[in-house]
């Protein structure tokens, strides 16, 4: 025969049986059934609050698991870094009049290539620099340099004013 009640309602029915047949027993007697009852519920109380406790290690264990499993963006050691940018490319293909053999002089060149290297420095404050790697450095003829082919284009610093509790990225 398979028991169908809880610990906390075996206690409570044990404890109710227990009230029952102490009017019969001595006041020293009902007080030891009394707290035999007591003791009986606290500890199912007990085996309930163990068996939540482990359900909720496992669920948390399982959670931590799957948040090691997951893959992390790529950041640099102190911040993450976002690496964006574009290329232009310019090319020119020239056809020969004398045939597929004769040689003909192809150009192709980067024309135009800016890296943007962004990051927050502070949970307000975020930095871009920007650079053209497809200038040349030239000098004028008193040695100075030209400051249009310099590969340096853009520092700024960005700082946020207002801090909302829906943005969550700078701009």
């Known amino acids: 025969m398979s028991n169908k009640f809880s610990p906390a309602k075996r206690g409570a029915t044990i404890s109710t049986i227990a009230l029952a047949f102490s009017a019969a027993l001595p006041a020293q007697a009902q007080q030891t059934v009394q707290q ?3 003791v009986e ?3 199912a109380l007990i085996g309930d609050l163990q068996a939540r406790l482990t359900k909720l290690e496992e669920t948390q264990s399982a959670a931590t698991a799957a948040a090691k499993t997951a893959p992390k963006p790529v950041t640099s050691r102190n911040a993450p870094v976002t690496i964006s ?3 232009q490319t310019h090319a020119l293909g020239y056809f020969s009049q004398k045939g597929p053999g004769a040689r ?3 150009t192709f060149r980067l024309r135009r290539g800016e890296i943007r290297l962004t990051a927050p420095i502070t949970t307000r404050l975020t930095g871009t620099v920007m650079i053209d790697p497809a200038k040349n450095l030239t000098q004028n003829a008193a040695g100075a340099i030209n400051q249009s082919s310099n590969i340096f284009q853009e520092l700024a610093l960005q700082y946020q ?3 909302t509790a829906t943005s969550s990225h700078f701009i």
Do not use: H, N, T, Y
Request: hydrophobic fraction near 40%; proline fraction near 0%.
């Open 85 to 87: 940018g574009l290329l």
């Open 104 to 106: 003909v002089s192809d």
């Open 161 to 163: 004013l207002k801090k």
């Open 36 to 38: 035999q009852s007591e």
């Open 41 to 43: 519920a606290l500890r």
